[in-house]
C-alpha cells in the first residue's frame, strides 16, 4: 500500500500509466498527420514528393511537447555500471520487513553511514505478516532521517507498502530454520519480494540492492564496493558472531554457493515441486558454499562464480529483472526464491557471482537449542557459586589445623602472665589492706599493749645486748 501522495514521503510517479499511454498515442497520430501535410505542400509547391518512411525520430523532443504528464526514458541510460556514483546511477534499495520493530534502529543507523550519495538512493519497504510496530517505528526512523539538517544524509523518495502473504512460520530462528518450514517459507519470501519489486522499480533505477533489517555490521562503502565489480548479480559473504561458548564466529548464509555433480544428482530423485535447502543432513549435496571459503586476511577482491545466491544482501542491475529475471516461488529447478533466482539468472547467461573475503556479519539469534544450552549454563554458574563459598569455607577451617600459631601463643602468654602479675599484686595489696585494718581494730578493743617487767632485771635488761648477756649468765 502507498502512502497517499500528502504523506511527506511523495516520489516523483515514473514509467507510462494507461493515460499516460493515450496521450502519447495521440501525439503520435498528431505528429504523424503534421508530418504528411507538410509532406504535401513540399510536394505541392516543389512537385516533388518527399514522403520517406515514418519513424520515431520523426516525433518532435519530449522536451518540447509542453506535456508535464508524458516522460521519455531511453532504458541504455539505465544499465548500471562500474561507477555509479559518478553517473549519477540511481539505486532501489528494496527492504522487505516483518516483526522487524526491534532491529529497524539499527538499519537506519547503516543507512545514515552510506557513503554511497543518498539523494541517489530510493528507499522501498514492505511490511507483511507483522504482529509487532514495525509500521509505527519505520514510520518514526524515516521521519527522522529525512528531518536532517544535513540535506545530503537524506535519501530520494520513499515509499511503504503492505501486504500480509498469510505467512504461518513463526520469526524464532528455530521456527525460520526448521527444515520442515523451509519449503513453504522460501516460496512465500519469494512472493514477497516479487510484489515489493514490481511495485517500487521504476525506469530510472539502474540498480537494486536488497537488504534484510537484521545486518549487525557492514562496510559503509558496501554500495561502491559491490558495484565496482560491474557484475548483474553480486553478494557479500555473510558471518555471523557467537558467544565464546559457541565458537565465538560462524558462517550465516549458506544459500550462496556453486553447484555439485551431487547436487544435480539429488535433483533429479527428488519431486517436481521439492525444494532443496542447503545446511540439511536431509539433503546432502556436498556444494562448495561462499561461506566456508572466507579468509579473513585475504583479498576483498576475489570472486567466485556461484549458482544460487542467499538473500541477506544482494545488488543487482535493475536491467536483471526488467529482462524478467524474478525470486521464483515455486521450484525453479528444485529452488526457490533467492537460490532460484541465482539459478534463473544462471540459465539466462548473466553473471553471478560472491565475494568469499568481504565479509558482512548478521545478527546472532540463539536457536531453541541454544537457549536450553545458556539455561543449564546459567544452572551451573550456580552452583560453582555454590561450590565456591563451601569451598572457601572448607578451606579456611582446614587450614587453620596447619597454620603455626607459635607467635600468636606467646602473644596470649605474655598476657596471661601479665594479668597474673596484676592480680597477684592486686591481691597482696588487697590482703595487706585487710591486715592493716584488723590490726588495728584489734588495738582499739585491747588498748595499748603493757610493757613486760621482769623481777631483778632492769628495763635496760630488756634490750636486746642485756638478754643476750642474762642467757649467757
Not at 539455561?375 to 550456580?382: I, N, P, T, V, Y
Request: hydrophobic share 40%; charged share 25%; net charge negative.
Amino acid at each position: 500500500m502507498t502512502l497517499p501522495k500528502s504523506n511527506m514521503f511523495d516520489r516523483n510517479q515514473g514509467g507510462l500509466a494507461p493515460s499516460t499511454r493515450k496521450t502519447l498515442g495521440l501525439v503520435s497520430v498528431f505528429g504523424t498527420a503534421l508530418y504528411l501535410c507538410l509532406s504535401i505542400l513540399s510536394w505541392v509547391f516543389s512537385g516533388e514528393l518527399a514522403l520517406v518512411p515514418f519513424t520515431s525520430s520523426s516525433l518532435p523532443p519530449m522536451a518540447d511537447l509542453g506535456i508535464d504528464s508524458v516522460h521519455h526514458y531511453d532504458l541504455a541510460d539505465y544499465t548500471g555500471s562500474a561507477r555509479g556514483q559518478d553517473r549519477n546511477e540511481r539505486v532501489l534499495f528494496l527492504v522487505p520487513l516483518r516483526d522487524a520493530a526491534a532491529h529497524l534502529p539499527m538499519l537506519f543507523a547503516h543507512m545514515d553511514k552510506m557513503t554511497y550519495p543518498h539523494v541517489l538512493i530510493d528507499l522501498a519497504f514492505l511490511v507483511s505478516d507483522s504482529k509487532d510496530d514495525t509500521m509505527g517505528v519505520l514510520l518514526k526512523e524515516l521521519n527522522t532521517l529525512q528531518s536532517n539538517r544535513d540535506v545530503s544524509k537524506r535519501f530520494g523518495s520513499i515509499e511503504i507498502f503492505e501486504k500480509d502473504f498469510g505467512q504461518a512460520v513463526g520469526q524464532g530462528f528455530s521456527d525460520r530454520h526448521g527444515f520442515e518450514a523451509q519449503g513453504p517459507r522460501r516460496k512465500l519470501m519469494a512472493r514477497a519480494r516479487n510484489w515489493l519489486l514490481s511495485v517500487a522499480l521504476r525506469p530510472d533505477h539502474s540498480w537494486v540492492y536488497w537488504r534484510d533489517a537484521d545486518v549487525e555490521k557492514v562496510p559503509t562503502t558496501i554500495m561502491e564496493d559491490l558495484m565496482s565489480h560491474d557484475k548483474d548479480v553480486i553478494v557479500p559473504n555473510v558471518w555471523r558472531p557467537l558467544p565464546d561458548w559457541l565458537g565465538n564466529e560462524q558462517p550465516y548464509d549458506l544459500n550462496s554457493w556453486k553447484e555439485s555433480d551431487a547436487g544435480l544428482r539429488l535433483a533429479d530423485t527428488l519431486d517436481e515441486d521439492a525444494v532443496i535447502v542447503e545446511g540439511y543432513a536431509e539433503y546432502a549435496t556436498w556444494r562448495p558454499h561462499l561461506a566456508y571459503l572466507r579468509d579473513p586476511f585475504g583479498d576483498i577482491h576475489v570472486e567466485m562464480e556461484l549458482d544460487g545466491i542467499g538473500g541477506v544482501s544482494i545488488l543487482a542491475k535493475a536491467a536483471v529483472f526488467r529482462h524478467g529475471a524474478h525470486f521464483p516461488a515455486f521450484s525453479f529447478q528444485k529452488h526457490a526464491e533467492t537460490e532460484g533466482f541465482g539459478k534463473m539468472c544462471k540459465r539466462m547467461g548473466m553473471s553471478v557471482v560472491g565475494l568469499p573475503h568481504y565479509t558482512i556479519w548478521h545478527i546472532y539469534e540463539p536457536s531453541d537449542d541454544d537457549l536450553r544450552h545458556m539455561e543449564w549454563m546459567a544452572q551451573q554458574d550456580e552452583l560453582r557459586e555454590k561450590e565456591r563459598v563451601l569451598k572457601e569455607a572448607h578451606d579456611k577451617v582446614w587450614q587453620s589445623g596447619f597454620d603455626n600459631v607459635k607467635q600468636e601463643w606467646e602473644r596470649e602468654r605474655e598476657l596471661i602472665l601479665k594479668n597474673v602479675e596484676l592480680d597477684f599484686d592486686v591481691h597482696q595489696k588487697v590482703r595487706a589492706k585487710k591486715a592493716e585494718e584488723q590490726s588495728k581494730a584489734e588495738a582499739k578493743v585491747h588498748g595499748p599493749e603493757e610493757e613486760k617487767v621482769v623481777p631483778g632485771v632492769g628495763k635496760a635488761a630488756l634490750q636486746p645486748d642485756a638478754v643476750k648477756k642474762v642467757v649467757q649468765g
